[in-house]
């Protein structure tokens, strides 16, 4: 049982370039979520999906797109990197049928660098 | 306009005195608050929660206490242990999905 694994761990683009963040999970999880981590900022939410096929937008969701084709993929796609998305990305899932629901499960991150 | 705020951005307490976090949300649609732990290059993990209808939960050395009325909830940790040493977040959820999470407070135990 992975968890929620993320990847690439590290990542360096230029301004302007596209890429997709990974975040899987095997626990069967009806929620996942997006977050991203600045200095003072704490965590926020981008985009969150409560079942396949159903995504919702966030606090912060300029930027970033994403889709949940299924249960434990939940892709985040930044389309025209910019400085400002320079950040550390969390994923997250929970289940809201578990005994404890309110729990969300971190992945490792992904630290983005935008340059 | 942050909802939840956490003032003290670090913290030091000696190995096996009490430590003391504080959280302060302003929206009071709240309904579930969390505390989650984080070490460096790792993702957070949760730690304790409590329900508004209750005003204190334990977990072996982990106390949450909630006061409403002023808005205010505090992670004890006794006795505060080196290995506690980490970043701790409070979040809020207003009965969605979502959560709202305050700025962290860096948390040291000195041996």
């Known amino acids: 049982n992975a968890g929620v694994t993320q990847t690439p761990k590290f990542q360096v683009l230029k301004t302007g370039q596209s890429m997709t963040l990974q975040c899987a999970q095997d626990?069967?999880?009806?929620?996942m979520s997006w977050y991203r981590q600045d200095p003072g900022m704490g965590l926020r939410l981008i985009h969150y999906?409560?079942?396949?096929?159903?995504?919702d937008q966030g606090e912060v969701p300029n930027g970033y797109n994403v889709s949940r084709s299924t249960t434990e993929d939940f892709p985040l796609r930044l389309l025209s990197a910019a400085p400002s998305q320079t950040s550390v990305y969390f994923c997250?899932?929970?289940?809201?049928?578990?005994?404890?629901?309110?729990?969300?499960?971190f992945g490792p991150g992904t630290r983005l660098t935008v340059t | 306009d942050q909802q939840v705020k956490q003032n003290s951005p670090s913290l030091s307490v000696q190995e096996g005195r009490i430590s003391i976090l504080n959280c302060d949300y302003t929206n009071s649609m709240f309904d579930y608050f969390l505390w989650y732990k984080k070490y460096p290059a790792e993702g957070p993990t949760f730690l304790i929660s409590?329900?508004?209808?209750?005003d204190k939960n334990e977990d072996g050395r982990f106390t949450v206490f909630l006061n409403k009325s002023a808005k205010h909830l505090s992670l004890h940790i006794v006795p505060s242990q080196p290995g506690d040493s980490a970043v701790y977040f409070c979040a809020a959820s207003g009965g969605t999905y979502k959560y709202i999470f305050g700025t962290g407070t860096r948390l040291k135990v000195l041996a």
């Open positions: 999906s409560v079942g396949a096929g159903i995504t």
């Open positions: 409590i329900s508004s209808i209750k």
């Open positions: 626990m069967n999880h009806e929620y």
């Open positions: 997250a899932s929970r289940n809201p049928g578990q005994v404890r629901p309110y729990e969300q499960y």
